[in-house]
């Protein structure tokens, strides 16, 4: 599930944790042509709530990509790890903060923003990769 729940939390006294979970990413976070995820993308993150109801995430996403070689078009697939770092406020501080209400945080548009900024923007079969051999 993406979502905490704040009013939850602060009854049970469990102000940080560790979150797990996988999400099905939607395909149009990948850029790349003939690429999909070859699995549901893997969050794992620690998670402290903290006086005034602010909740911060730290921990990472991890996914492979799998599909067409961006150069030789031969199947490729290659595995990515991005950093996922939010802060949920009730008042967003500054533009990099998530706003949320009603005492639940969705962490879909943050988990999101975590893979597009660690999405290559190719996708390689390997150092040894030749191209396309036009001789054919
Ligand atoms: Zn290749």
């Not at 109801?53 to 290659?78: N, P, W």
């Not at 969705?106 to 999101?112: F, G």
């Amino acid at each position: 599930m993406m979502i905490v729940d704040v009013r939850k939390l602060n009854a049970s006294g469990n102000w940080s944790g560790r979150l797990c979970f996988d999400y099905e990413a939607p395909a149009e976070l990948i850029d790349i042509p003939f690429v999909h995820f070859s699995a549901p993308v893997r969050v794992e993150a620690d998670y402290v709530l903290c006086e005034d109801d602010s909740l911060e995430v730290t921990g990472k996403v991890s996914y492979v990509l799998e599909g067409q070689c961006s150069r030789c078009l031969k199947d490729a697939s290659q595995a990515v790890e991005g950093e996922l770092s939010a802060c949920f406020r009730l008042s967003p501080k500054d533009a990099e903060d998530y706003a949320y209400s009603g005492g639940r945080i969705d962490l879909t548009a943050a988990v999101n923003d975590a893979i597009l900024a660690s999405m290559p923007r190719v996708l390689s079969c390997g150092e040894n990769c030749e191209g396309i051999d036009y001789r054919g």
